[in-house]
């Protein structure tokens, strides 16, 4: 893959010092997961901001796999039943962790963790459900973040 990178249907946010890529079908919930995320990190008192929602670059440097907003919707999110809404956008992140949203995740919590390949490079990862309890995700998600 070139440096450049390819755009992908996902959502990313940063948290403290690394990204959060969240996958899913349209609908399965990666922007409210997003939003409930950041509340929950500035709630713990973490550095959070969003990196992209909806449409998000993916491109490796090195090994690391650096995530980036699209540039014409940056510093937007979908908020659902609201709208879309203004948040202070991060330019970039270096991907910290993977979070697919999927209709059956597998139902023992070790195995939810497991590892994936991004443009070939591997990156630890949580399944949870589609349309999960934002909140609920949120904290599993900053969990998950505390143990990789």
Not at 125 to 139: N, V
């Amino acid at each position: 893959m070139s440096e450049a990178g390819a755009f992908m249907h996902a959502t990313a946010v940063m948290v403290a010092e690394g990204a959060v890529l969240i996958r899913g079908a349209s609908g399965s919930g990666k922007s409210q997961l997003a939003l409930a995320l950041m509340a929950e990190a500035r709630r713990r008192g973490l550095f959070t901001r969003l990196i992209g929602d909806d449409r998000v670059r993916v491109s490796v440097a090195g090994a690391r796999v650096i995530v980036q907003g699209h540039p014409s919707i940056g510093g937007w999110i979908e908020e659902r039943g609201s709208g879309i809404l203004p948040e202070v956008q991060e330019a970039a992140g270096l991907v910290r962790c993977v979070v697919d949203l999927v209709d059956d995740p597998p139902r023992l919590p070790d195995m939810e963790a497991a590892e994936v390949l991004l443009e070939g490079v591997p990156a630890p990862a949580l399944a949870l459900r589609s349309g999960c309890a934002p909140q609920e995700g949120a904290r599993r998600v900053l969990a998950f973040l505390n143990r990789a």
